[in-house]
């Protein structure tokens, strides 16, 4: 059967919902054999196809050689070419990137707005095909990887709407049909160069690989589709756990810390758990840690805080309008919240005048314990009110305060080592109270939304 057909063939398969006939399609093409060949599929089985090519102006006089190629595609197959230019170099070093991963965003970015402005619903195909498929199994493989980094490159990004229906054939296939059906191509001197790892593996390691085992090329694609089967059963696994244990609350999860240690294996569950949540997986080993830390203790990724909080583990948004846990490191700071702001500054005791304002609260700074934790109350949830030397379960409190339902839900603590310091903006604890052997105090001062 040649490529032609196995194209068509494979196209059923894979992408059952998509007719390949009359269907809008946006074609990456670098003027490589690989996208060359695509694109002939692709016409000759009468797809709707516009092409979009990319010069990275990183080649000097070969990057223009290339665009200019590819513009000239628009007579030899009747079809429209789009033409992006980027100053690569420039937006690498802006963002601290390297020129590999620079390029690869600018051109994801203007593909989704290729997507994105196209009148009718369409999909963008790229030219991957199956030799790019081992060297990015074994790319992932050497740099370390969770079993998604085994199954190589997925034919649908539906996400997206990016497909890549070339994976089933090998560059020998592929060079083969360009050579048979008279297609030409650009060749990009710098797919030689060994200083880079895919060309590498792809030059030196690959070709050893195969001297040294039968068929090596086809068992790493077979191995490929095996990891794809495993990694359905690992999420199905995964999946099973984590309902187990995580327990949303508003914008929060939350775990029992003694479930989360118990937890096998321990070390896989507890990155599944961090994954969605920014963290990376070089944090998995202090997250471990933070479940026999002090009660406080918090680790951070660039979105979301863990906070251990006595039997609890929370995974809390670092945003504080919408978090139900926030962590307060340091007085003389604003923090802002659900209810409003709270304004901290410590002061020396002498200087703290009395305020009856519900509004503010005078701590002795020696009693706070930091980190302190702002939080919702919850139930089972007791303090001793000022004046009172024994204690009295909020519940019991919001019913002397004649408090609505809805009233009692918008209710914040502030808590230090366990203990509740303020029911902020109605009273403080009177084991935080100001007296006379106070040195320092802290001033806390609610400003409520309007």
């Not at 997507?115 to 050497?142: C, K, M, R, V, Y």
């Not at 990155?271 to 471990?288: D, G, L, R």
């Not at 909080?309 to 802002?336: C, G, S, Y």
């Not at 706070?368 to 009110?385: T, W």
Request: with cysteine; charged share 25%.
């Amino acid at each position: 059967m040649d490529l032609q057909e196995l194209f068509r063939q494979n196209w059923k398969e894979k992408f059952p919902a998509i007719p390949l006939a009359h269907c809008p399609l946006i074609v990456a093409v670098s003027g490589g054999v690989d996208s060359m060949v695509l694109l002939d599929l692709l016409c000759k089985s009468g797809a709707s196809v516009t092409v979009a090519h990319c010069n990275f102006q990183l080649r000097g006089a070969e990057s223009n050689r290339d665009e200019y190629f590819v513009r000239s595609l628009e007579n030899d197959y009747d079809i429209q070419v789009l033409v992006k230019k980027f100053d690569t170099a420039n937006y690498a070093a802006t963002q601290k990137k390297g020129i590999q991963e620079a390029a690869r965003d600018l051109r994801y970015a203007w593909f989704a707005e290729l997507l994105a402005g196209s009148e009718h619903p369409s999909f963008l195909l790229t030219a991957h095909q199956a030799d790019d498929n081992i060297e990015t199994l074994l790319i992932h493989f050497f740099r370390g990887t969770g079993i998604q980094g085994l199954t190589g490159i997925p034919e649908a990004d539906v996400k997206n709407r990016i497909l890549r229906p070339l994976l089933f054939a090998k560059r020998e296939q592929v060079l083969e049909y360009a050579l048979q059906q008279g297609i030409n191509w650009v060749e990009d001197a710098s797919n030689a160069s060994v200083k880079y790892t895919r060309n590498h593996i792809r030059h030196h390691l690959l070709p050893q690989a195969k001297e040294l085992f039968t068929g090596a090329e086809d068992n790493l694609l077979n191995n490929i589709e095996r990891f794809k089967e495993v990694e359905i059963i690992y999420n199905q696994s995964i999946a099973l756990h984590k309902k187990k244990m995580l327990e949303q609350k508003g914008t929060e999860w939350q775990v029992p810390v003694l479930k989360w240690k118990k937890s096998v294996p321990l070390q896989t569950l507890t990155w599944e758990i961090i994954k969605p949540f920014s963290f990376s997986s070089a944090q998995v080993t202090e997250v471990i840690k933070l479940l026999d830390a002090a009660n406080g203790s918090f680790i951070r990724s660039s979105t979301h805080r863990i906070i251990k909080n006595r039997n609890w583990m929370i995974i809390a948004p670092l945003l504080n309008e919408q978090a139900q846990h926030i962590i307060i490191e340091a007085t003389d700071i604003k923090i802002a919240f659900e209810n409003g702001t709270l304004s901290f500054e410590t002061l020396p005791s002498m200087h703290a005048a009395i305020n009856n304002s519900n509004m503010v609260a005078l701590l002795d700074a020696s009693k706070l314990e930091y980190p302190l934790l702002l939080r919702k109350c919850k139930q089972g949830d007791y303090f001793y009110p000022l004046g009172m030397k024994k204690k009295k379960k909020l519940s019991k409190f919001f019913i002397d305060k004649k408090l609505s339902r809805t009233q009692k839900e918008k209710v914040w603590v502030l808590e230090s080592n366990k203990r509740i310091a303020w029911i902020i903006g109605l009273r403080i604890d009177d084991r935080f109270k100001i007296n006379p052997a106070s040195k320092n105090a802290v001033r806390i001062q609610l400003e409520p939304l309007l």
